[in-house]
């Protein structure tokens, strides 16, 4: 009988998307070094030389060609797109669908797994069940996500905060936590000889949009520049829609002397970019989790970031970082001050930073999947982390895991009452 395989869905994979598909990157990577076969479904990204994957990557065209940017039609092509390959390829069943978002892939794979008469699991990063609103999702997109839950077996959700927003919306089948976790790249490099505190910058590194609130480091900066209390630079690093009023910001508020502007850096770049950050400023809305904040801890390079849920998870105000009301200038200015002017408290805060990022290592995310994936599709049950375990049940490791046990890498029981729908 053919090895069991795993077919992945997804509407961003390197070099397209964020944290959502470069975390999806390592989990396939590292699936496929234990010899569990993959294969990916996702859009072409014209730039297919890029990267080089070790595990087949079939493309759907579509009209997506910006790394941060999508729109409806593109997804509607790629659903359609995967739609099409699922009806070639009836014939030849995975074990399991996993569909990287519920929005557009959890749609797509609602279809596919009917196709290929294959369980759904689901892995949630954020923007799928937010909507990029503190205040939730729009009625469509509360119906389609009850809809993918009805079929879906298995959800992964990136952060205790992103399932108990999930929770309140519906109820989705098996929620478990599967974080993010920094590269093995990132993990190589060791922090190393960085500059002298007064060189230090603050930085801000990520999309320019309305969910990442860019625009709000700027009036933070602006407060504390009419204060003459800026003593430190600051460096924006990213692309997308608001990246027009980032820039016209910087220059009508005379700010050029203490921000630079700067387009979004290859992934190879961003080891150096932390690595000499006084601080990483995370000024988000609202969050599914944050990758960039744990590749920062990695290089003991503490966070000051807005006190919602998914943030919360990893950053402890005065622990492991400083946490300021959300959407709140003068507070984030008042942290920015308050770490600036303390620098035996921002190399604690980076210490302890260091030392918790210490369990999110992508090895232990594919431990968790494979154990719970192995549950609704039996054939995965030979590469489970329990089946190469002497010392008992799959679930033994979950129960040894302190990180599990902090609900990190845990599951959590549904909730026992009907559908909120």
């Not at 470069?22 to 496929?32: A, I, S």
Request: proline residues 8%.
């Amino acid at each position: 009988m053919e090895s069991p395989w795993i077919l992945v869905l997804s509407h961003e994979f390197p070099p397209l998307g964020g944290g959502g598909g470069k975390n999806l990157y390592l989990l396939c990577r590292e699936l496929t070094r234990r010899g569990v076969k993959v294969r990916v479904w996702t859009v072409d990204p014209a730039k297919r030389n890029q990267w080089k994957h070790e595990f087949p990557v079939e493309y759907i065209q579509t009209e997506r060609t910006e790394r941060f940017e999508t729109n409806p039609r593109s997804m509607r092509s790629f659903i359609l797109g995967a739609c099409r390959l699922a009806w070639r390829s009836r014939n030849d069943r995975p074990a399991l669908v996993l569909a990287n978002m519920a929005l557009p892939a959890g749609v797509a794979g609602w279809f596919v797994c009917r196709v290929l008469k294959a369980p759904l699991a689901v892995w949630h990063h954020g923007d799928d069940i937010h909507a990029g609103r503190p205040e939730g999702p729009g009625f469509f997109h509360r119906f389609l996500l009850r809809r993918i839950w009805n079929r879906s077996a298995l959800n992964f959700f990136l952060s205790r905060g992103l399932q108990d927003m999930a929770e309140a919306l519906g109820s989705p089948k098996r929620p478990v936590i599967l974080p993010a976790c920094p590269s093995p790249e990132i993990l190589a490099i060791a922090p190393g000889a960085a500059p002298e505190p007064e060189k230090r910058y603050f930085l801000f590194l990520g999309r320019f949009d309305p969910v990442k609130n860019p625009l709000l480091v700027l009036e933070a900066m602006l407060l504390l520049k009419s204060k003459k209390a800026l003593t430190r630079t600051l460096r924006m690093v990213g692309s997308g829609g608001l990246r027009g009023a980032v820039y016209n910001t910087i220059r009508n508020d005379y700010l050029t002397q203490f921000v630079a502007l700067e387009d979004a850096a290859a992934f190879d770049k961003v080891p150096d970019l932390l690595r000499s950050a006084y601080a990483l400023v995370v000024p988000s809305r609202i969050e599914g989790f944050n990758t960039t904040i744990l590749e920062a801890a990695h290089f003991g390079v503490p966070a000051i970031a807005s006190d919602v849920p998914g943030i919360r998870d990893f950053v402890r105000h005065g622990e492991t970082g400083m946490l300021f009301p959300a959407n709140d200038a003068a507070g984030l200015a008042e942290a920015m001050k308050a770490l600036s002017a303390d620098p035996a408290l921002r190399d604690t805060l980076g210490r302890n930073a260091r030392e918790a990022v210490v369990p999110y290592r992508p090895e232990r995310v594919t431990d968790t999947f494979l154990r719970h994936a192995a549950e609704i599709a039996s054939l995965l049950s030979i590469h489970a982390p329990g089946a190469r375990n002497a010392a008992g049940s799959p679930n033994a490791a979950a129960s040894r895991d302190p990180v599990g046990s902090q609900g990190a890498l845990g599951t959590r029981s549904a909730p026992a009452s009907a559908d909120k729908a």
